[in-house]
């Protein structure tokens, strides 16, 4: 009775180990670290004036965006922050916004894609997806050719864009139940 008690349950690690295998390949073949870059990038657009930041002097998580660890994200400054360690001051970057925004308020990430074809058919990396308005899902990305045009707005689009590298800082901190408060 021991000897098949033991080869069952050999024959289940093997089985476990490999479907853990399988997903594994699967989670990295679905979220590259970084894609190829386009052989031809797009100029980005001049700053906004939110968008130019004394790095110096960054700009202050906006009163009356909560506590704790959270995403920041002001539609009208068009900026995020990634507000951690209290030790340490939160990572602020400059976004271009969407054509629909989510309202006022706290959110969670519901889901991430480490790459996919944006609404507008651009590859876009690091997707991390929070709200839905207007019928829309309402994310961060960023685009693989690193551009950061404005959106076209006859398209109801939801991706908030972002440089790849601010993109991979948002990858990395906002992970599934994060919290993202959006204020105006």
Do not use: C
């Not at 098949?4 to 349950?9: K, L």
Request: hydrophobic share 40%; glycine share 10%.
């Amino acid at each position: 009775m021991a000897r098949s008690s033991s080869g069952i349950v050999a024959g289940l690690t093997a089985a476990a180990v490999a479907v853990v295998g399988f997903l594994g390949y699967q989670a990295s073949a679905t979220a590259p670290a970084r894609p190829p870059k386009a052989a031809v990038q797009e100029p980005a657009p001049a700053a906004s004036p939110a968008a130019k930041q004394d790095p110096a002097k960054p700009a202050p998580v906006p009163e009356g965006s909560g506590t704790g660890v959270r995403v920041v994200y002001s539609v009208g400054q068009k900026r995020v922050w990634l507000v951690g360690d209290p030790a340490q001051p939160p990572k602020t970057f400059p976004v271009m916004p969407s054509t629909v925004h989510p309202k006022p308020g706290s959110y969670m990430v519901g889901s991430r894609s480490g790459s996919v074809t944006g609404s507008d058919g651009v590859p876009i990396e690091h997707v991390v997806r929070f709200a839905t308005a207007e019928g829309v899902a309402v994310g961060f990305s960023a685009r693989t050719d690193g551009a950061l045009p404005e959106p076209d707005p006859n398209k109801k689009t939801g991706g908030i864009r972002m440089a790849r590298a601010d993109g991979d800082a948002m990858w990395a901190f906002a992970t599934i139940a994060a919290k993202v408060v959006v204020v105006p």
